[in-house]
C-alpha cells in the first residue's frame, strides 16, 4: 500500500516509542508534567515566540487561539479556501460565536493588505468589529503553497493598522520555512500567535502546538481547559512531540518526493500536476475524463491511495513512510489504471 492520503498517516519511529515508553510525567493541568514544560519551551523557541501550549491537534490549537484573541459576536477574517473555515465544522460559530468574513485569497491563499482593509469591520451601533485575522501557512487548499515571510509580513501589518491581531495556522509552517530555506521564526515574526502540528510531516502520533505571547498562552490555557482539552500525564504523548521537533530538517525529502510524483505524473496523458514548494500534490484529472472519486477508485485497486480535493482534483501528500522508490512506484500505478 502507498498511503499518499495525508502526511498525518505516519507511525511513530522506535526513538518516538521510546521516548513514550521513558518520558518523566507528571500533571499536566497543574504544569508539572516536565516534559510537556520541555516541549512547550522547546517549541516555543522553534518559532521564535514567548511561550507555548501543547494541546491534542491543530483544529483545537486554532479554535483556542481563535477564541482566546476575540470576544463573542465580533467577526473573524479568513481565507474562504482556509483550514478553520472549511475543515473545522464551523468551530469559531459553534465554539466561540464568532460571524466569519472570508476574502478570496487567490492563487496562493494570502490576502494582500488591500484586501484585509476591505475585509475590515469597525465596531459601531450595528456592525460587530472586526476581532482577528487568520492566515495559513503552508496553504492546504491551494496545494502546499510556501507563503514568504515578505507576504505574511504585509497582510499582518495592514491588520495591525487596524488593532486587529493575528493568528497563524501553521500546521505545516515548518514545510514551508525549509522549502524557503529560511528559519520558521522568520515566518512567525509578523504574527500574534501561531499553532503547529507535530503529528503531520514531523511525524509525531499525536499533538500540536500554539505560541504566543506568555500573557496570550496563559489566557489560551484557560481556554484549552474550557474546550476539554486540560490533559494530565501528557508527557507520554509529549516525549514523541519532542523527538518530532528534531525531524524538520528532514522534511526536504518529503518535497523532493513530492517534485518526483508531481512531475511523473504530470508526464501522463489526462494528468496534469504543478510543480510543488513543499510537500502536497494536486493532481486535476479533467483531460483523463475521470473525476477525482473514480480516478482514486481505480488507484484504490492498484494499493494506491489518495484524497478528492474537488470534482476533478486528487491531493497526494508526501512523508516519512513513503521513500523515492514508493513514488516512482506511486507513478507506474498511475499510469497502469489510466
Ligand atoms: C491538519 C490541519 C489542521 C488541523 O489539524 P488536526 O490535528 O488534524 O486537527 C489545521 N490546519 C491545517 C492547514 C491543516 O492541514
Same mark, same amino acid.
Given at each position: ?29 497543574? $504544569? ?42 465580533? $467577526? ?263
Amino acid at each position: 500500500m502507498i498511503d499518499l492520503r495525508s502526511d498525518t498517516v505516519t507511525k511513530p519511529d522506535e526513538a518516538m516509542r521510546e521516548a513514550a515508553a521513558t518520558a518523566p510525567v507528571g500533571d499536566d493541568v497543574y $504544569e508539572e508534567d516536565p516534559t510537556v514544560n520541555e516541549l512547550e519551551a522547546e517549541a516555543a523557541d522553534l518559532v521564535g515566540m514567548e511561550d507555548a501550549l501543547f494541546v491534542p491537534t491543530g483544529t483545537m490549537g486554532n479554535q483556542v487561539a481563535v477564541r482566546t484573541h476575540t470576544d463573542r459576536g465580533q $467577526e473573524v477574517l479568513s481565507g474562504r479556501e482556509s483550514h478553520v473555515v472549511k475543515w473545522e465544522l464551523g468551530g469559531m460559530a459553534q465554539l466561540s460565536s464568532l460571524q466569519v468574513r472570508t476574502f478570496d485569497g487567490g492563487e496562493r491563499g494570502v490576502p494582500t493588505p488591500e484586501q484585509v482593509r476591505e475585509g475590515y469591520v469597525a465596531e459601531d451601533l450595528h456592525r460587530p468589529g472586526t476581532g482577528l485575522l487568520t492566515l495559513e501557512n503552508t496553504h492546504n487548499s491551494k496545494g502546499g503553497v510556501a507563503i514568504t515571510a515578505e507576504e505574511i509580513a504585509a497582510a499582518a501589518s495592514a491588520a495591525h493598522d487596524l488593532d486587529v491581531p493575528v493568528h497563524l495556522d501553521g500546521a505545516r509552517v515548518f514545510n514551508a520555512a525549509v522549502s524557503l530555506g529560511v528559519p520558521a521564526s522568520d515566518l512567525t515574526d509578523p504574527v500574534d500567535s501561531v499553532m503547529f502540528c507535530l503529528s503531520k510531516g514531523l511525524g509525531a502520533p499525536v499533538g500540536s502546538i500554539l505560541a504566543g505571547s506568555a500573557e496570550f498562552i496563559e489566557r489560551a490555557r484557560r481556554n484549552r481547559k474550557l474546550f476539554g482539552g486540560g490533559m494530565r500525564q501528557a508527557g507520554i504523548i509529549a516525549g514523541p512531540g519532542l523527538q518530532a521537533l528534531g525531524n524538520v530538517e528532514r522534511l526536504a525529502e518529503d518535497h523532493e518526493n513530492a517534485r518526483t510524483l508531481a512531475a511523473g505524473l504530470d508526464a501522463l496523458d489526462g494528468l496534469s500536476a504543478a510543480e510543488p514548494d513543499t510537500n502536497i500534490v494536486l493532481v486535476d484529472t479533467t483531460e483523463s475524463g475521470l473525476t477525482a472519486e473514480a480516478f482514486l477508485d481505480r488507484c484504490g485497486d492498484e494499493d494506491v491511495l489518495g484524497s478528492a480535493f474537488g470534482e476533478y482534483v486528487v491531493r497526494f501528500c508526501t512523508h516519512w513512510d513513503v521513500d523515492e522508490a514508493a513514488v516512482e512506484r506511486a507513478v507506474e500505478r498511475v499510469a497502469s489504471v489510466l
